[in-house]
T-cell receptor, first 118, second 111 residues
Framework: ETGVTQTPRHLVMGMTNKKSLKCEQHLGHNAMYWYKQSAKKPLELMFVYNFKEQTENNSVPSRFSPECPNSSHLFLHLHTLQPEDSALYLC?????????????????FGSGTQLSVL | AQSVAQPEDQVNVAEGNPLTVKCTYSVSGNPYLFWYVQYPNRGLQFLLKYITGDNLVKGSYGFEAEFNKSQTSFHLKKPSALVSDSALYFCAVRDDYKLSFGAGTTVTVRA
């Protein structure tokens, strides 16, 4: 158990649906991240939040909308997704919340949400 | 251009044999390098990192990695592999204040 919990574990949705992914960390960390994992491709960083403020949006389409109400919770709101958005979506956290923290500290990952868009 | 490359999609070894997972990087300045492992149906777990100091870094589960500046490599090694080491391994490098991951290498250790 890494201390980072993601729900749901699996999600199937149609292209016209709206759904949300949830991430919660019990580690007292100040930075949280969303990554997209597709088979045989590098992990893609989507969003970074430091102390609840978004500090990184890695050219992610607007059909993905993150929300970070506090340092312990992170959401990814999904609407009008495409089949190519099907992937494993991973949440991670790290300690210090500085812009440097992802690059010199270890990240703690959740188990991910396996998303299928039909 | 990709900052980190894992040239092998798959590595297969017999239990008890040495295991090597290759990684090369391409960044300016001093590299910060990481290895993560992903077991089936789990998120990634940190294995080890190189920031500075000794070129040989020791990590979790008996793994180590050797930083080679001249070859811009950071290969992951384990002297004697276990069946339980079967997993997906990711190399990562700090790149312009972001962490860039490779595509991963699937390791299968057969009994």
């Amino acid at each position: 158990e890494t201390g980072v919990t993601q729900t749901p574990r699996h999600l199937v949705m149609g292209m016209t649906n709206k759904k949300s992914l949830k991430c919660e960390q019990h580690l007292g960390h100040n930075a949280m991240y969303w990554y997209k994992q597709s088979a045989k491709k590098p992990l893609e960083l989507m969003f970074v939040y430091n102390f609840k403020e978004q500090t990184e949006n890695n050219s992610v389409p607007s059909r993905f909308s993150p929300e970070c109400p506090n340092s312990s919770h992170l959401f990814l709101h999904l609407h009008t997704l495409q089949p190519e958005d099907s992937a494993l979506y991973l949440c991670a956290s790290s300690q210090s919340g500085t812009p440097d923290s992802a690059t010199n500290e270890k990240l703690f990952f959740g188990s991910g949400t396996q998303l299928s868009v039909l | 251009a990709q900052s980190v490359a894992q040239p092998e999609d798959q590595v297969n070894v017999a239990e008890g044999n040495p295991l090597t997972v290759k990684c090369t990087y391409s960044v300016s300045g001093n590299p910060y390098l990481f290895w993560y492992v992903q077991y089936p149906n789990r998120g990634l777990q940190f294995l080890l990192k190189y920031i500075t100091g000794d070129n040989l870094v020791k990590g979790s589960y008996g793994f180590e990695a050797e930083f080679n500046k001249s070859q811009t490599s950071f290969h992951l090694k384990k002297p004697s592999a276990l069946v339980s080491d079967s997993a997906l391994y990711f190399c990562a490098v700090r790149d312009d204040y972001k962490l860039s991951f490779g595509a991963g290498t699937t390791v299968t250790v057969r009994a």
